[in-house]
Nanobody, 121 residues
Framework: QVQLVESGGGLVQPGGSLRLSCAASGFTFSGNAMGWFRQAPGKEREFVGAISWNGGITSYADSVKGRFTISRDNTKNTVYLQMNSLKPEDTAVYYC??????????????WGQGTQVTVSS
């Protein structure tokens, strides 16, 4: 079965940093775009960022641009989300997702279970 397992979430203070990881299995990781989404309480799930199969193309939501960086290591079947200058409004459950290419990331084929990120003083 396809599995996407997120890790690295936790509690951080505003201005702090956190690095999320997503380990993938059950599909050809190197042939798919990967992405991150988040969902805050009372809000719909929103797109955070995506990366193409070889890391050549990345895209980000305006709300995180310049603060978050997505990367991947195809030798480890893992995608990362480096989050810097965190704000309270970044508090959410963060989900890893997979799609054939970045253009189809609005409707991912696979989802992880999510990891909680809480930014609070």
């Amino acid at each position: 079965q396809v599995q996407l397992v997120e890790s690295g979430g936790g509690l951080v203070q505003p201005g702090g940093s956190l690095r999320l990881s997503c380990a993938a299995s059950g599909f050809t990781f190197s042939g798919n775009a990967m992405g991150w989404f988040r969902q805050a309480p009372g809000k719909e799930r929103e797109f955070v960022g995506a990366i193409s199969w070889n890391g050549g193309i990345t895209s980000y939501a305006d709300s995180v641009k310049g603060r978050f960086t997505i990367s991947r290591d195809n030798t480890k079947n893992t995608v990362y989300l480096q989050m810097n200058s965190l704000k309270p409004e970044d508090t959410a459950v963060y989900y890893c997702a997979s799609a054939p290419n970045p253009a189809t990331m609005r409707n991912p084929d696979y989802w992880g279970q999510g990891t909680q990120v809480t930014v609070s003083s």
